[in-house]
């Protein structure tokens, strides 16, 4: 079966583009997240999507990021206008729902602001 | 609010040795699952195994199994056999499990893990 698909794997970008990454989760998985690693961070959770519907945004630093998720089997998360501060590993993770089953990620996507 | 503490920034262990890289959580929910996940240097996240907080038995897969100790709030994971592939960066995390909503995982900082031949 295929696993969580992420596009691109690395991204390079100079200050103030817009910078779109994207994600299809498996199949049957109904819960998808979006997590950001940095060394001084650590990995945190920017939002999750419950059956399309988001369910917690809390994590989402500012208005310049936004996520969507326009079917089951979709989603993308953007930053617009990107800064230096957002270079970090982007991680989309699916699961069945419930917090009692594994989140199962893709290979993240290393984003690079100059 | 929910927290997970991993002591132990770095850890060595000789290659066929087994290692425990401890755990300790934080909630306040009385249902909360506990997950381990290996990050290998080339980055990706690979779920190890899984504990829920209502589970009798201490959960184990492989070479792989969790020292669940409720009261004491920790869930350390127990690598028997230790391989040179084991390297890596390890980290613990938890979810509140809540119906029909997929859990957010909250993660400590990790654990990196050096196997010596």
């Known amino acids: 079966d295929a696993g969580v698909i992420q596009s691109p794997r690395h991204e390079v970008t100079e200050m103030g583009q817009e910078v779109t990454l994207r994600c299809k989760p498996i199949s049957g998985h109904n819960s998808l997240f979006w997590y950001r690693q940095t060394m001084m961070r650590g990995l945190e959770l920017l939002i999750y999507f419950n059956n399309n519907v988001p369910i917690d945004d809390s994590g989402m630093p500012e208005d310049r990021f936004s996520a969507k998720m326009p079917n089951a089997s979709f989603s993308t998360l953007k930053i617009q206008p990107s800064e230096p501060r957002d270079s970090a590993v982007y991680f989309c993770a699916s699961s069945r729902g419930r917090g009692n089953q594994p989140q199962h990620f893709g290979d993240g996507t290393r984003l690079s602001i100059l | 609010a929910q927290k997970i503490t991993q002591t132990q920034p770095g850890m060595f262990v000789q290659e066929k040795e087994a290692v425990t890289l401890d755990c300790t959580y934080d909630?306040?929910?009385?249902?909360?699952?506990l997950f381990w996940y290996k990050q290998p240097s080339s980055g990706e996240m690979i779920f190890l195994i899984y504990q829920g907080s209502y589970d009798q038995q201490n959960a184990t897969e492989g070479r792989y199994s969790l020292n669940f100790q409720k009261a004491r709030k920790s869930a350390n994971l127990v690598i028997s056999a230790s391989q040179l592939g084991d390297s890596a960066m390890y980290f613990c995390a938890m979810s509140q499990i809540s119906y029909n909503q997929g859990g957010k995982l909250i993660f400590g900082q990790g654990t990196e893990l050096s196997v010596k031949p």
């Open positions: 909630t306040s929910d009385p249902s909360y699952g």
